[in-house]
């Protein structure tokens, strides 16, 4: 059973401050008294529900196309459930009762509660929402040193309140080694994510050289 855990791309959608919006321009030609209509698409390369790789935070750092596939499969995910309410900062203590999981996941999810926002408050999803704070990383590679992707339902793990936490805090998960993958704006509202591990499955929507870029994203259960 495949369940999408990616929001859709489309002009609604809430953006991290700053973040460019979606725009689709119509664009028609004419050729031999035949009309033909297409559509340019502009959209930033983390809108939605993306992935981050190091080349958006580490000079010189990997691609979408350098490291991952047209099909990226991380297996087992797992999914905890820390719930935070406004800004509050995932931390290394609220880790702590998961680490069974936490050690044998492949992806780590989190569920902070955030995306329930995001259809009825999209400016306080994101704007004022939970965070990761920077000592967060050192300690899963400590735990696991075989988690390569970390994803959470908050649009981004950093706030505009405090960026250069969230800098240091992207630069923690992104150009250390192993490198930790970061999947932002994750829909993790159903229940068996939860439960028992499952398999992930990432389709980037553009594959090229490119620092992130917005994803299909699929939770495969037996």
């Not at 829909?187 to 992930?200: C, F, K, Q, T």
């Given at each position: 059973?495949?369940?999408?855990?990616?929001?859709?791309?489309?002009?609604?959608?809430?953006?991290?401050?700053?973040?460019?919006?979606?725009?689709?321009?119509?664009?028609?030609?004419?050729?031999?008294?035949?009309?033909?209509?297409?559509?340019?698409?502009?959209?930033?390369?983390?809108?939605?529900?993306?992935?981050?790789?190091?080349?958006?935070?580490?000079?010189?750092?990997?691609?979408?196309?350098?490291?991952?596939?047209?099909?990226?499969?991380?297996?087992?995910?797992?999914?905890?459930?820390?719930?935070?309410?406004?800004?509050?900062?995932?931390?290394?203590?609220?880790?702590?009762?998961?680490?069974?999981?936490?050690?044998?996941?492949?992806?780590?999810?989190?569920?902070?509660?955030?995306?329930?926002?995001?259809?009825?408050?999209?400016?306080?999803?994101?704007?004022?929402?939970?965070?990761?704070?920077?000592?967060?990383?050192?300690?899963?590679?400590?735990?696991?040193?075989?988690?390569?992707?970390?994803?959470?339902?908050?649009?981004?793990?950093?706030?505009?309140?405090?960026?250069?936490?969230?800098?240091?805090?992207?630069?923690?998960?992104?150009?250390?080694?192993?490198?930790?993958?970061?999947l932002e704006d994750v829909d993790l509202?159903?229940?068996?994510?939860?439960?028992?591990?499952?398999?992930?499955?990432?389709?980037?929507?553009?594959?090229?050289?490119?620092?992130?870029?917005?994803?299909?994203?699929?939770?495969?259960?037996?």
């Amino acid at each position: 059973m495949l369940i999408p855990i990616s929001y859709p791309l489309n002009r609604e959608i809430p953006l991290y401050p700053g973040t460019e919006p979606l725009t689709i321009t119509p664009v028609k030609t004419f050729k031999e008294g035949d009309v033909e209509e297409k559509s340019l698409i502009t959209f930033s390369s983390h809108a939605g529900t993306h992935i981050d790789l190091p080349r958006h935070f580490c000079p010189g750092g990997g691609t979408v196309r350098a490291l991952l596939a047209p099909e990226a499969v991380f297996a087992p995910a797992r999914c905890i459930e820390i719930l935070r309410t406004g800004e509050e900062p995932v931390r290394i203590h609220d880790l702590l009762p998961h680490l069974d999981v936490v050690r044998n996941a492949r992806a780590l999810f989190v569920k902070t509660g955030s995306g329930r926002l995001r259809e009825s408050d999209p400016e306080a999803y994101a704007k004022r929402h939970p965070w990761v704070h920077h000592e967060v990383p050192g300690f899963l590679r400590m735990q696991n040193p075989a988690l390569r992707l970390f994803g959470i339902d908050t649009i981004s793990i950093a706030t505009p309140a405090n960026p250069g936490e969230g800098r240091e805090a992207h630069r923690a998960f992104l150009c250390n080694h192993p490198h930790i993958f970061l999947l932002e704006d994750v829909d993790l509202s159903y229940g068996r994510l939860l439960g028992e591990p499952w398999i992930l499955r990432l389709y980037p929507v553009v594959f090229d050289d490119l620092e992130g870029v917005p994803v299909v994203a699929l939770a495969e259960f037996e």
